[in-house]
């Protein structure tokens, strides 16, 4: 058998390789922060290579390989990636090395693609969808307490030792009737009394540091993971945001949180989509999970107009047989509330802040409900009047749901744009989890992700020659700039 005297007649034309190595060629690894891109003066060598370990990540994340170890193991027997990095075998701690101490660095790749995204024209730049979902870290359940937890297994121990310490004391006093020393039986019961007392001391120091850290969790692994629970599931880890663009699915924005609730997502997420598009009238769209006052009147003092499905928060009201909120109308400029019985609800004191928010109290007269026809359809038993909080913004809040009643088909059109990106990354390559820890590291590693999510997705759209053909275009460009500067 004859074989290629290269390792490059291995590699077809239309190998996906050759695509990734013509745009890692067009990055300024030294601009973007990378460490050991200088050349060397002396006899000493680069402890690595940081393009062919950009190229090494980008591959691997590609292919589903994500682990350093088994990126070591591909080095010396695919022939793709000895193509790629050009023969160079380093091993496992180099490459997780690499991964580790280039968290900036790998953002900034990141947004490179995303910026090379916006020169090929693949963002529309007037619809985002934004979505989040949970990843687990790389820390256990077990490791991550709240102050619940603690008060439950302190005083599972306490009852633990009190018995114990109780069957000690028989112990002694049989020994002491029989006039024996203690027995191995004692010396037994002691030492496991003792490991006890040292697990409840490990527990009340723990509840120490939670108390003085002012934080509802403490982790002892991943210092950053919380304890996140959806649909009645628990994970150790963070929360994934993603702002993608109706266009092409691709995704111009990306965050990671410990924080497991969305409310607080949505403004900051489609800011930082605005920032990348440089769109003058950007839609955003998410589902009723990001739904939050504060945060929709941000976006619309930056001109972000949003669809977010309103949570229905009078069900067991309207369950009960009551009047809901919406059937009181607001008079604005009478500055109140007129019931279905046409009876007057009045402004009551000054406003007072109430979940981030101020709201202004309405209620009836008690002479007005007493004899009321309705009342069984608008109080319960034991009221003796209604109350109703406006929110002093509340007109965000009218223009929003107007807007969503006028617009029907935009959560169908939202679930379309966003649930792509992930269904890609956890289903198709099996990536639901980080392999770092601390949330500037998981950060950084999402970038990665996304990183790979973009890329192959434009491989799909555009094709590897035009992905290729362009790129050495980019490279050309940036070295004529560089002559002229």
């Avoid at 280039?102 to 969808?129: P, Q, W, Y």
């Avoid at 439950?152 to 310490?165: N, R």
């Avoid at 945060?295 to 669809?307: D, P, W």
């Avoid at 059937?327 to 609800?345: A, K, S």
């Amino acid at each position: 058998m004859i074989l290629p005297p290269s390792v490059d007649e291995y590699i077809s034309q239309n190998n996906v390789v050759r695509a990734i190595d013509a745009y890692v060629d067009t990055l300024d690894l030294s601009e973007l922060g990378f460490s050991n891109t200088q050349p060397v003066t002396g006899a000493g060598q680069p402890a690595y290579d940081p393009a062919a370990l950009m190229r090494l990540y980008l591959y691997g994340y590609i292919q589903g390989i994500r682990s350093s170890r088994k990126l070591e193991c591909e080095t010396c027997r695919n022939l793709e990636v000895i193509w790629l990095i050009k023969g160079f075998r380093p091993s496992y701690k180099t490459i997780a090395d690499f991964r580790k101490n280039n968290t900036h660095s790998l953002k900034m790749v990141n947004r490179d693609f995303i910026l090379l995204c916006k020169e090929l024209s693949l963002f529309g730049g007037e619809e985002v969808a934004v979505d989040g979902s949970f990843f687990s870290g790389n820390a256990s359940k077990g490791s991550i307490y709240t102050e619940k937890k603690l008060n439950k297994q302190i005083e599972s121990l306490d009852k633990e030792i009190a018995v114990y310490q109780e069957a000690i004391s028989k112990q002694d006093a049989a020994d002491d009737r029989e006039g024996r020393e203690n027995s191995f039986e004692d010396e037994d019961l002691v030492e496991k009394l003792r490991l006890l007392q040292e697990k409840q001391a490990e527990k009340q120091t723990l509840k120490r540091h939670l108390k003085d850290s002012k934080e509802k969790q403490l982790s002892t692994i991943d210092k950053d993971a919380g304890l996140l629970s959806k649909r009645g599931q628990t994970i150790a880890g963070y929360n994934v945001q993603i702002a993608v663009d109706s266009k092409h699915n691709l995704i111009v924005a990306e965050e990671v949180t410990n924080d497991g609730n969305d409310t607080k997502q949505l403004a900051p997420m489609l800011e930082k989509a605005r920032e990348i598009l440089q769109s003058e009238n950007l839609t955003g769209l998410a589902d009723s999970g990001y739904y939050d006052g504060n945060q929709i009147k941000t976006c619309e003092e930056q001109n972000i107009t949003v669809y977010v499905p309103i949570p229905d928060k009078s069900k067991k009201i309207s369950e009960e047989g009551r009047f809901t909120r919406e059937r009181f109308q607001y008079d604005t400029e009478q500055n109140c509330y007129i019931c279905p019985q046409g009876n007057v609800l009045t402004q009551v004191g000054n406003p007072r802040r109430k979940n981030n928010k101020e709201l202004i109290r309405y209620a009836s007269k008690t002479s007005d409900c007493r004899g009321c026809p309705l009342r069984s359809q608008c109080l319960t038993d034991k009221a003796r009047f209604r109350q109703i909080s406006r929110w002093v913004d509340e007109d965000v809040v009218e223009r929003h749901r107007a807007r969503m009643e006028q617009n029907p088909d935009m959560m169908k059109k939202r679930a379309a744009i966003v649930e792509h990106p992930f269904g890609t990354l956890k289903h198709r390559a099996g990536i639901n989890h980080f392999l770092m820890r601390g949330l500037e590291k998981c950060r950084a590693e999402f970038c990665l992700m996304t990183l790979v999510y973009n890329f192959s997705r434009v491989l799909k759209i555009l094709g590897k020659d035009f992905i290729e053909g362009y790129c050495v275009q980019r490279l050309g460009n940036a070295l004529k700039i560089f002559q002229y500067a």
